[in-house]
């Protein structure tokens, strides 16, 4: 028997420097299908697709958003 693991791509999250509650969510452009999620909350999680296309840039593929002031949780999920 054969086993294959695959890892799922890492997320990096940094503040938008100048744009209030914005962040840049990125993660390797090497890494396609997947589908960037987020939520307000862990308990339950009820994740949504985040509203904007992801972009290349530099070897990443980033999303730049207004958090606003409540906790945001994110996660890429498999495109199925």
Known sequence: INT???ASPSLSISRKAGE???VVVSWLAAATGYIL???DSLRPPVWSTV???PAPSGGLMTVTLD???TNKFFRL???Q
């Open 4 to 6: 294959t693991v695959i």
């Open 20 to 22: 209030g509650n914005g």
């Open 37 to 39: 999620e987020w939520t």
């Open 51 to 53: 509203p904007v296309t």
């Open 67 to 69: 958090v606003g002031t």
């Open 77 to 79: 999920r498999a495109a």
